[in-house]
């Protein structure tokens, strides 16, 4: 079964970091892109973070560019989302994706989340 499990969240405050952890199994991930995406209550699903198959292209929604940063271990098949400067509004329930393909944008399988709470 291919699943992807995140891990890290939680609560902090406000100025404060945590580091999400997306643990893939059942199959391998190396050659996928993969991103973060988070949904905060009353909103939409909203693009976070993403990186190519071989880590070596990275995006970021404004929002969090300069304060968050993606990573990955594709010997662990891991990703990871590394947030820094803390605010309320990056509260919202974390997802990890993995993308059809290398470089695609078409996510297809997803976590099941987790939960950040940054309290002011």
């Known amino acids: 079964q291919v699943q992807l499990v995140e891990s890290g969240g939680g609560l902090v405050q406000a100025g404060g970091s945590l580091r999400l952890s997306c643990a893939a199994s059942?199959?391998?991930?190396?050659?996928?892109?993969m991103a973060w995406f988070r949904q905060a209550p009353g909103k939409e699903r909203e693009f976070v973070a993403r990186?190519?198959?071989?880590?070596?292209?990275?995006k970021y929604a404004d929002s969090v560019k300069g304060r968050f940063t993606i990573s990955r271990d594709n010997a662990k098949n891991t990703v990871y989302l590394q947030m820094n400067s803390l605010k309320s509004e990056d509260t919202a329930v974390y997802y990890c994706?993995?993308?059809?393909?290398?470089?695609?944008?078409?996510?297809?399988?997803w976590g099941q989340g987790t939960q950040v709470i940054v309290s002011s």
């Open positions: 990186i190519i198959y071989s880590g070596s292209i990275t």
């Open positions: 059942g199959r391998t991930f190396s050659n996928n892109a």
């Open positions: 994706a993995a993308a059809r393909s290398g470089l695609g944008h078409d996510y297809d399988t």
